[in-house]
């Protein structure tokens, strides 16, 4: 067995199953405070059935102690849905009043102690979303929604020719980037076959070796146009290789786009400086920007860039669509499907027929955004800007190393489940996905949300927690772990008397 990486594996069960042991990890941890900054959803909250939290009175009703459904729910699902800032319902009540009390002036109109002007909220949350991605604020935008931009990403990005056409995806990739490159094929008007997937070599695991996925996209390199891949896989949450795999498809000369709906907010990347072409993401995640919320997308520098033709660059150096007529200067950029948004600010409003393109990722804007929506980005960027990347990924990697010694440390007998999370701390981000032994995932599930713990589930067997390194505790993993692992005793008894009346049964009939 090779020496584990987790700095947890060397204690006792007497020290590291102990409640003093995660109260004096939280006490430690410097970023325990930001926890305040949010929403922890009570038992009460969850289970009442009207709209809003959860008041005594509902408690009594609903026929629970109220001491105990005052008490914080364990929240490990920040992968799929981040928790609520406080100070979103004070940024979105500013939007509210500004819109009631000024109408169309609030566009522009500067206020003393409210938000930015709508018209310049884009520009607004480029500095602190540049920094979250690793990214020049130019390089940035806050705009549509994840699988929007990637169609919109691929409009530019995806240019197929004769010889190289095939866009390489994982095999278990999120459905809906299977839908988009599947679809940009047929647009382009090629069969289903171009799409190559990259496919777990064995049946156990879904992990994804990066020898494999260089080799791959190797053996494909003549005939591949683009690579599409996750910066940490929905599923397994295997954190891949993004400036290796990035640097591997430059040498092979294809252009690769990163999905990062599940690494943003949650580590570090340096899209900049990988060399990264580019890459789109969602802000509800671990961004805690709300449900559906506006997403964001970062486009290299050097493909960003708007420059006047000169001459010799003759007509194949024009950007397609754009019609060169001698009086107006020609401008050169990446072909893209634009909108007035992404055209230069100062010109915009004189609705003029000629598109300017802003330089930078801003350039691919399309419509004027929701205002509302950026309201709420805006709080939870505000909250990413009390620490760094750096120390957030300090503190997650040492809770989520918690967590995973917690989960092999199983005292009911055989270990009803399997981790499928990268045990290597550099290969995964805040989430472990467990692989549940067959039939044990409904009862195991319904026993967590009557005890007012919330993972997320994946059919058949999986279940994946994330500690949220933003909002989530030592003492959060401590309790998740007593409640999950009682659930799974409770599940295999209940799966062991299952089986002996099926014995009794058949022998019945049998006989
Ligand atoms: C969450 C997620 C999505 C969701 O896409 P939307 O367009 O925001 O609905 C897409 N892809 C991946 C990999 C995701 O994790």
Redo the contacts with the bound molecule.
Sequence with gaps: MPKSQNPFAALDDSELLSEQFALQQDEKDELSHIRDEFIIPTKGDLKNKKQGPCTESDALQGGVEASKDSEPSVYLCGNSLGLQPRRTRDYLNKYLDTWATKGVYGHHKALEGGLPPWLHLDDAVKEQTAKIVGALPSEVVVME????NLHLLMSSFYRPTKERYKIIIEGK??P??HFAALSQLAHHGYPASSLILLVPQSDSSPYLSTEYILSTISQHAASTALVLL?GIQ?YSGQYFDIKLITHHCHSLGITVGW?L??AVGNVPVQLHDWNVDFAAW?NY?YMNGGP?VI?GLFVHERHGTVSVASPDDGPDGLADGEASSKAEEQLLFKPRLSGWWGSDKKSRFQMENKFVPIPGASGWQLSNPSALDMTSVMASLDIFSLTTMEKLREKSQRLTAYLEERLLRYDGGERPYTLITPSNPSERGAQISALLHPGLLDPVMEILEEEGVVVDERRPDVIRMAPAPLYNSYMDVHRFILIFQEACKKAQEGSKKKDREEVVMSNGTNA
């Design positions: 929604t994840l699988t929007a990739a999120f809906s980037d996750p929905f999905d709906a599940h969602c995640k559906g997403g």
